[in-house]
């Protein structure tokens, strides 16, 4: 089945710096992938998401990039705000089987002022 | 407002003494999903269910049932809590399209469970 790595698990940046999270996947038929951020004391919330049949997508100071060859790919946080402090998961779907998102298992980012 | 609701939010228990945590959703999503979260070991799924009477098992089943009589809802059961089940439960939902439609999974507030 698939497998998700997500690296690191804890990043402190500066203020306006940039943050970068990075997650490998194992199965190739794998083809959305999702960002999730979790805000204490509350549940995942979708932030950004991307198809397999694309290499980068942006949102504002969030980008998600995705290279399909490596089963790499890579969540871009720009100019970094204290709101930005949250967990952040990967994730991979995978179609037509069990239809299954499998999570990494998430990144404690820490923005300090 | 599309949502998934939780409750209780929060619980204190005792080993061996069966609960409910009930979840509901209002999108009428046919996928609605159990996960457990604890540190270090992110999101790991423990029932699923991608329709009413459709229930199968996720990665860390044991200890736990569910049911699904209604689309709406999808309520998990602990017969007989362990302290190894202290942890913070979220339930999900979304469309079922076998792959086809790339719709995002929404997650409920959660549940903080401790078993004493």
């Known amino acids: 089945g698939e497998n998700v790595e997500q690296h690191p698990s804890t990043l402190s940046v500066q203020e306006g710096d940039s943050a970068v999270i990075k997650c490998t996947y194992s199965?190739?038929?794998?083809?959305?992938f999702p960002w999730y951020k979790q805000e204490l004391g509350k549940g995942p919330q979708l932030i950004i998401d991307i198809r397999s049949n694309v290499g980068e997508k942006k949102d504002q100071r969030i980008a998600v990039t995705l290279n399909k060859t490596a089963k790499h790919f890579s969540l871009h946080i720009t100019e970094t705000q204290p709101e930005d402090s949250a967990v952040y998961f990967c994730a991979a779907r995978t179609p037509f089987r069990d239809d299954k998102i499998i999570f990494g298992k998430g990144t404690r980012l820490h923005i300090l002022p | 407002e599309a949502q998934v609701t939780q409750n209780p939010r929060y619980l204190i228990t005792v080993t061996g003494k069966k609960l409910t945590v009930t979840c509901s959703q209002n999108m009428n999503h046919e996928y609605m999903s159990w996960y457990r979260q604890d540190p270090g070991l992110g999101l790991r799924q423990i029932y699923y269910?991608?329709?009413?009477?459709?229930?199968d098992k996720g990665d860390v089943p044991e200890g736990y049932k569910v049911s699904r009589k209604e689309k709406r809802n999808f309520p998990l059961i602990l017969e007989s809590p362990s302290p190894n089940q202290t942890s913070l439960y979220f339930c999900?939902?979304?469309?079922?399209?076998?792959?086809?439609?790339?719709?995002?999974?929404?997650f409920g507030p959660g549940t903080r469970l401790l078993v004493l």
């Open positions: 269910s991608m329709n009413v009477e459709v229930t």
């Open positions: 999900a939902s979304r469309i079922s399209s076998g792959g086809t439609i790339y719709e995002t999974q929404y």
């Open positions: 199965d190739s038929a794998s083809n959305y």
